[in-house]
């Protein structure tokens, strides 16, 4: 579940990128998108608890408040993007 929440996680910053950049607008694919990405980082968290995936959740979480186009968006992305890498590389790093 854990590599599953990063990597759609992943695949939405892609989406993210692509649509300022080329200026496509995913409009409601692009929060259907993100309401899967938010599932599956609070199971992910649920099932393996770690710090980095209350991050993570908790950027999601601040997303509805921040908009397009704004620093904000941007930074949250990366946030949650952070706490996902961190917890990969702590929980799948041998020991």
Same mark, same amino acid.
Request: hydrophobic content about 65%; overall charge positive; glycine content about 8%.
């Given at each position: 579940? +854990?590599?599953? #929440?990063?990597?759609?996680?992943?695949?939405?910053?892609?989406?993210?990128? =692509?649509?300022? =950049?080329?200026?496509?607008? %995913?409009?409601?694919?692009?929060?259907?998108?993100? &309401?899967? !990405? %938010? !599932? #599956?980082?609070?199971?992910?968290?649920?099932?393996?608890?770690?710090?980095? +995936?209350?991050?993570? !959740? #908790? *950027? +999601? *979480?601040?997303? /509805?408040? *921040?908009?397009?186009? $704004? =620093?904000?968006? /941007?930074?949250? *992305? =990366?946030?949650? +993007?952070?706490?996902?890498?961190? $917890?990969?590389? $702590?929980?799948?790093? /041998? &020991?």
């Amino acid at each position: 579940m +854990l590599v599953f #929440a990063a990597l759609l996680y992943l695949f939405n910053c892609v989406v993210g990128v =692509v649509a300022q =950049v080329g200026g496509v607008g %995913f409009g409601r694919w692009h929060h259907a998108l993100y &309401a899967l !990405v %938010f !599932v #599956a980082a609070v199971a992910a968290l649920l099932v393996n608890f770690h710090p980095g +995936l209350c991050v993570t !959740v #908790a *950027a +999601l *979480a601040m997303f /509805p408040r *921040a908009r397009p186009r $704004t =620093v904000w968006h /941007p930074l949250l *992305a =990366v946030l949650g +993007l952070l706490g996902h890498v961190v $917890t990969l590389v $702590t929980l799948l790093s /041998p &020991a």
